[in-house]
């Protein structure tokens, strides 16, 4: 009788086979352009085929590998318990999602003002200096407050860093327009600089606060980790959305759409929260400094 673990291992193995024969068929479904023309082409690269179904089987093995190592009497890596706290797994989500998100912004700033506008490096990178400065700022006021109002902080936060993008977005197209000047981007986007110091610690805190003492460097790794993959999907896909658009629009038309992606990611965010938010209140829960 197989166990478990090779029936998975097998069905993954066929699906990643099933995905290898099929590469033509996304390729040509590529070739033919449309709004999936990316994902298809995505899917066409043999490395994304061994890369995806590697990933969710090296997932697996390990989950189970836990497990196993748990129920033989050991100290796990990692206690997949914790996923039980609501308040953990709703604030990894949050992270994950935020840095899929954030982290894509100072990106197409720079391609923008420098490829779009002519503008230098030195001038592109006197953008983010406003919002670095509030972010600061920022960091220090939501951490001395944190205690006191929860989860409410980082909703503020990422509510902060959704307008910050949509008026990034006004401001492209009436830049484009010859109404306003682009270095109107350093006043919009200092919202995105509170939004960083809102949502970034305080989050880090309320994750961890029910997280027994035992399990806290861990949960820390965890949460890390959904940082480092947020930024590297983020970035690679909020990317190849604006250089795809550029092909056929442009680059007002192209950073606004990457800065309307990146808004709808942080408004997914923002969901959690609130939902996490509202967990709290039914549950009574309450923090102390």
């Given at each position: 009788?197989?166990?478990?673990?090779?029936?998975?291992?097998?069905?993954?193995?066929?699906?990643?086979?099933?995905?290898?024969?099929?590469?033509?068929?996304?390729?040509?479904l590529?070739?033919?352009?449309?709004?999936?023309?990316?994902?298809?082409?995505?899917?066409?690269?043999?490395?994304?085929?061994?890369?995806?179904?590697?990933?969710?089987?090296?997932?697996?093995?390990?989950?189970?590998?836990?497990?196993?190592?748990?129920?033989?009497?050991?100290?796990?890596?990692?206690?997949?318990?914790?996923?039980?706290?609501?308040?953990?797994?709703?604030?990894?989500?949050?992270?994950?999602?935020?840095?899929?998100?954030?982290?894509?912004?100072?990106?197409?700033?720079?391609?923008?003002?420098?490829?779009?506008?002519?503008?230098?490096?030195?001038?592109?990178?006197?953008?983010?200096?406003?919002?670095?400065?509030?972010?600061?700022w920022?960091?220090?006021?939501?951490?001395?407050?944190?205690?006191?109002?929860?989860?409410?902080?980082?909703?503020?936060?990422?509510?902060?860093?959704?307008?910050?993008?949509?008026?990034?977005?006004?401001?492209?197209?009436?830049?484009?327009?010859?109404?306003?000047s682009?270095?109107?981007?350093?006043?919009?986007?200092?919202?995105?600089?509170?939004?960083?110091?809102?949502?970034?610690s305080?989050?880090?805190?309320?994750?961890?606060?029910?997280?027994?003492?035992?399990y806290?460097?861990?949960?820390?790794?965890?949460?890390?980790?959904?940082?480092?993959?947020?930024?590297?999907?983020?970035?690679?896909?909020?990317?190849?959305?604006?250089?795809?658009?550029?092909?056929?629009?442009?680059?007002?038309?192209?950073?606004?759409?990457?800065?309307?992606?990146?808004?709808?990611?942080?408004?997914?965010?923002?969901?959690?929260?609130?939902?996490?938010?509202?967990?709290?209140?039914?549950?009574?829960?309450?923090?102390?400094?």
């Amino acid at each position: 009788m197989p166990s478990f673990l090779e029936i998975m291992a097998t069905t993954l193995f066929a699906l990643a086979i099933i995905h290898t024969f099929s590469v033509p068929v996304f390729a040509r479904l590529a070739n033919k352009g449309g709004a999936h023309a990316g994902l298809w082409h995505l899917l066409s690269e043999v490395e994304a085929v061994f890369g995806v179904w590697a990933c969710v089987l090296l997932t697996f093995v390990w989950i189970r590998w836990e497990r196993y190592y748990e129920q033989r009497g050991y100290s796990p890596m990692v206690n997949l318990d914790i996923f039980s706290i609501a308040s953990f797994t709703n604030g990894i989500l949050i992270m994950t999602l935020y840095f899929l998100g954030m982290t894509s912004i100072w990106v197409l700033v720079a391609l923008y003002v420098q490829e779009g506008n002519g503008m230098t490096a030195l001038q592109s990178g006197t953008f983010g200096i406003p919002a670095a400065l509030l972010s600061a700022w920022a960091a220090n006021w939501a951490g001395r407050r944190v205690m006191q109002y929860g989860r409410k902080i980082v909703i503020a936060g990422l509510s902060l860093g959704i307008a910050g993008m949509l008026l990034s977005v006004v401001v492209v197209f009436l830049a484009e327009a010859g109404y306003v000047s682009v270095w109107w981007l350093m006043a919009s986007l200092s919202l995105v600089g509170l939004a960083q110091g809102s949502v970034i610690s305080p989050n880090q805190a309320l994750t961890l606060a029910e997280v027994p003492l035992d399990y806290a460097g861990s949960s820390g790794a965890i949460m890390q980790t959904g940082q480092r993959i947020g930024t590297s999907v983020g970035i690679a896909v909020i990317t190849a959305a604006v250089f795809a658009t550029l092909t056929v629009t442009s680059w007002s038309m192209a950073v606004a759409i990457g800065f309307g992606t990146i808004a709808l990611v942080i408004f997914l965010a923002l969901l959690i929260a609130v939902k996490d938010q509202r967990q709290r209140t039914k549950a009574g829960i309450t923090l102390h400094a």
